[in-house]
């Protein structure tokens, strides 16, 4: 009703929901606003659309704003308000959230069977995500233990959790900012575990024990900031004066008052940006002209003891009521004035005494509160007093018996006792400057943006107060503008029993509800009165249709509808000046009668229509049936043409089918024995010569082997004879150097021919141990070359084993080939001899042709396993080809190195031969004694190297000219 009148009329509707704690309001307000999403939902759903993210805030706004109460489980403990925009196709295009008035001392005290906010005790039984933030059972935290009720019946707190979770991914809260919202709620649980004992003077505090300690540095840790530093913004205050700070310590009672300040500033600023997060996620749309706002607001509430919270509590509810009131009452009594109508006023109860009581300056409870706050001597008795001595006046103020400071308040729901003990505390909004400079430091960029830079003026003073009273005024001031620019529907819940239990009913206080809510007074004006109210343009246009003969011609609205009103035979009606009223059922008699015509009218027009259609179809049946029938006899004639000529032509390709048949397997057959022979032919061929390449090859290894000993022997005893001959050259040379000792007698010219000796021996010992060099490097390459062609020749005799092994293997696959290739003859020849005795039989040509093509399927992979053996062997015969060009390669290989050997030993034993051809000549003996060498010296000097670093000499080179030159040479 209020989206069509919304569509129909262009103006913005409101609903409003109200009643007791605990009579469903929010579940009310939760179906409302599923209704409306669905009503004006998108075609396409998607998780992350408008209508989804508008209904997905319930539960996030729930589980930070609802909290288990005396008489409801889930107890809405602030008012929210959902504007929701529509746009000209009557779709959702956008939607806010506004809320009034946090519980925020919820979150530090709480009484049996009460709880604290459902978000805290979701987090403890997060399971892992709980682990990480170090949080334990709810039991083990102050904040949470105040009461002993945990767990709430029929609610599991981890799943609400992972549905909080999920709510805030559909809104569209980061990830990131999730585990920054839950690492702040579990670093107020933490901060509600530090414990405060007395430090060195007697109004000074400290950190208690190291458990306090723990908590403390877990805090910091949460919150991304300096430990000391919050250590000091909780145990110190600092006053601002113009002479400078002054640092004030706080008693273990002001510190504690600190900390639960500082949580409950915290836990407040956290629920606003969440707020505030999820209207710009949402989206507003600045071009909607019409919009419906749902108002959730909390119930009357009257408990035992009834404080700060539900003195506001019930003011906003008188608010709401004195709008009901001005809407369903007064302004319906004005309308009857304004359009002259015969009509006696009725009485009703106005509480608009009541708001004066609370709101009016400068003598309004709330006035005198924040006068009381604003000195800082106040307390709770001299602001009773003082409202006693200026309101005791007043009718709907008490003063209760036996307290000086209670007062009681009568409202339109009944008489409530408020008490006053912490009507201050509560109303003092305090900044502190140390909690917003500790909180703007952190390296979290969500605690950061919450504690934004503090205006010049705060930073006189440590505290700087704001009422909380005050501004919940202004922002119910602001919800009656807005709602009075709407037009408003109420939705009045009753709650049935105050033992929360179904199918149960207590009659007295369903009553009280409904009497005290303004009900019974509503269903009385509205029968005593004219609910229903029309305009003249409206009610011709709508039941106008019940005098078609006026109609025409007329242009008299009134007249018309006062035609209308006496042909339905209807009384006590009132005509305005602008428009009719109608008694309560009255317009129910219209739109029934209004129902029946336009029945009527459409039954004609329809038995019309389907008269029209049914003979329409009808003919368009016909003459389809009879082309029908003609095309069916044309086609059944083509058809059986078309048999008579496929039997006659099937016969003739039969006769050639077959035939073609028999003689293209027999051609096959032929052709695949002469493959089979060949392949074998060739099979037998390729092994034969594979077996004489193998004989030679071992031929040529042998072969290679003998001479390598042969040549190693030789080299025994070509190395043997060295050794042979240097040591009787050695001998021959001892002999002469005696001579040559015995025969030196001169001083002068025997020691100049000693020094050209000494020279020329000093030369040969130069040229022996170069030479040694040369011939130990020379036998080192001569290893390694050996050891590197005894490696190539164990990889050849590997290869050809491996082409052994692949050419029986291929032996082996060409046997069984031939056997396959055998059974596919027999089969074939069994094929032709069935073909021949069933060629008669139609039926079991199609068997034959699939037998023929699995056969030719089976050739065919016969030969290609014929070819790819054929493959395999080429394959083998190119491989072992190459083995053979690496031995003839390595063949080669040895030669030239054999020829550098000689070379080289040749040009050795050159040098030798030119070393011992120079004979010294013989000195007498007396020079030789003059020298002064010994034996032993003249040993050392003429030693020859070990006979085995010698090759063997060569004896055709003796005395050559040409091979001395390239010695002399090289020398």
């Known amino acids: 009703m209020k989206c069509r009148a919304m569509l129909n009329d262009s103006m913005s509707q409101s609903i409003l929901v109200s009643g007791e704690s605990g009579a469903g309001k929010t579940e009310t307000t939760k179906l409302i606003m599923r209704y409306l999403t669905y009503v004006g939902g998108r075609a396409v759903l998607d998780d992350r659309s408008v209508e989804q993210q508008v209904l997905e805030s319930n539960p996030l706004l729930e589980a930070f704003g609802n909290a288990k109460t005396v008489r409801n489980d889930n107890s809405s403990r602030f008012g929210k308000f959902v504007e929701i925009q529509f746009d000209k196709s009557g779709r959702i295009s956008g939607a806010a959230i506004r809320t009034y008035l946090l519980e925020r001392s919820r979150v530090v005290q709480i009484t049996d069977p009460e709880r604290n906010f459902h978000c805290f005790y979701q987090l403890c039984a997060s399971g892992k995500d709980a682990e990480l933030y170090k949080l334990g059972h709810a039991s083990t935290f102050h904040y949470l233990n105040q009461s002993k009720t945990y767990e709430l019946e029929g609610i599991n707190n981890e799943d609400e959790y992972w549905k909080t979770k999920r709510a805030m991914d559909i809104v569209g809260i980061s990830r990131s900012d999730q585990d920054a919202i839950f690492r702040t709620l579990a670093a107020i649980l933490h901060l509600g575990n530090i414990e405060f004992s007395p430090g060195k003077d007697s109004d000074s505090s400290k950190i208690k024990d190291s458990t306090s300690n723990f908590h403390l540095q877990m805090t910091a840790t949460l919150l991304m900031c300096d430990p000391d530093l919050l250590v000091s913004s909780l145990c110190t205050r600092s006053i601002h004066t113009n002479e400078g700070i002054i640092i004030k310590e706080l008693d273990c009672a002001a510190a504690a008052a600190n900390r639960d300040a500082l949580s409950k ?460 001959q240097c040591a009787w050259r050695q001998k021959l040379a001892r002999r002469e150097l005696r001579k040559l000792r015995m025969t030196a007698n001169e001083a002068g010219a025997l020691r100049e021919a000693k020094n050209k000796l000494e020279k020329k021996l000093d030369d040969l010992t130069l040229r022996l141990t170069l030479e040694r060099r040369m011939r130990a490097a020379g036998e080192e390459t001569k290893l390694v070359e050996i050891s590197k062609r005894d490696k190539i020749i164990e990889t050849l005799s590997a290869e050809c084993a491996a082409a052994k092994l692949s050419a029986r293997s291929e032996h082996d696959k060409n046997l069984i080939l031939q056997r396959q290739l ?27 042709k699939n037998i023929v093509e699995s056969l030719s399927e089976k050739n065919s992979l016969l030969e290609n396993e014929l070819s790819t053996a054929r493959k395999n062997s080429d394959d083998t015969m190119e491989k072992l080809k190459d083995v053979e060009g690496k031995c003839t390669r390595l063949q080669q290989n040895l030669d030239k190195l054999q020829e550098k050997l000689t070379n080289l030993e040749n040009e050795n034993h050159v040098l030798r031969q030119k070393a011992f051809s120079i004979t010294p000549k013989p000195l007498p003996e007396k020079f030789a004694n003059s020298t002064g060498l010994t034996n032993s010296e003249q040993k050392r000097t003429f030693e020859t190297p070990p006979p085995t670093k010698y090759p063997s000499p060569i004896q055709h080179s003796t005395g050559s000219r040409r091979a001395r030159l390239p010695v002399e040479r090289h020398e």
């Open 265 to 724: 500033t915290i836990y407040a600023r956290l629920f606003d940006w969440l707020v505030e997060n999820i209207n710009k996620s949402i989206g507003q749309d600045v071009d909607s002209k019409a919009q419906i706002g749902v108002l959730d607001i909390y119930g009357f509430e009257s408990f035992k003891h009834n404080s700060f919270e539900q003195f506001c509590i019930n003011f906003a509810n008188e608010k709401l009521q004195q709008h009901f009131n001005e809407h369903v009452f007064k302004m319906e009594q004005e309308e009857y004035k304004s359009e002259k109508i015969n009509w006696s006023y009725i009485e009703f109860i106005d509480n608009q005494d009541m708001l004066d009581l609370i709101e009016k300056k400068p003598i309004g409870i709330i006035a005198l509160l924040d006068e009381a706050c604003m000195f800082p001597k106040s307390t709770h008795a001299t602001f009773a007093s003082k409202m006693f001595r200026n309101l005791s006046s007043h009718p709907r103020l008490e003063k209760t018996k036996f307290s000086e400071t209670d007062f009681t308040i009568s409202h339109y729901a009944g008489k409530v006792t408020y008490q006053t003990d912490s009507f201050l505390e509560k109303n003092r909004d305090y900044i502190v400057a140390e909690h917003c400079n500790l909180l703007s430091s952190s390296r979290c960029s969500l605690v950061s943006g919450l504690f934004s830079s503090l205006p010049e003026e705060s930073l006189r003073s440590s505290y700087k107060f704001s009422s909380v009273a005050s501004r919940f005024k202004q922002q119910l001031q602001a919800l009656m503008e807005t709602l009075s620019s709407t037009e408003p529907h109420y939705v009045r819940c009753v709650k049935p029993n105050s033992v929360n239990r179904p199918q149960l009913f207590e009659n007295q206080s369903v009553l009280h509800q409904l009497r005290c809510g303004g009900v019974l007074e509503a269903v009385r004006i509205s029968l005593a009165g004219y609910p229903t109210r029309r305009t003249y343009a409206e009610f011709v246009d709508r039941f106008g249709v019940l005098v078609p003969e006026l109609m025409f011609g007329s242009h008299d609205e009134r007249a018309l509808t006062e035609a209308v009103l006496e042909k339905m035979k209807l009384d006590n009606f009132q005509l305005g000046r602008n428009k009719v009223f109608l008694r309560a059922g009255q317009i129910a008699i219209l739109d029934v009668r209004r129902a029946e015509v336009l029945d009527n009218a459409a039954r004609r027009i329809q038995s019309c229509f389907r008269t029209f259609a049914a003979r329409k179809e009808f003919v368009k049946t016909k003459k389809a049936s009879i082309s029908l029938q003609a095309y069916c006899r044309g086609c059944f004639a083509r058809k059986m043409y078309k048999i008579r000529r496929e039997t006659a032509a099937a016969i003739i390709l039969q006769k050639y089918a077959r035939r073609l048949l028999l003689q293209r397997n027999y051609h096959e057959a032929c052709s695949a024995a002469l493959l089979i022979q060949s392949c074998i032919r060739g099979f037998i061929a390729r092994r034969y010569f594979s077996a004489i390449r193998e004989q030679k090859a071992a031929l040529v290894i042998q072969s290679f082997w003998r001479k390598r000993k042969v040549a190693m022997l030789f080299q025994h005893y070509k190395q043997a004879t060295i050794a042979i």
């Open 822 to 848: 055998d059974d596919s003859l027999r089969e074939i020849s069994m094929l032709r001899s069935n073909k021949i005795l069933k060629a008669e039989e139609e039926n079991e040509n199609s068997n034959l």
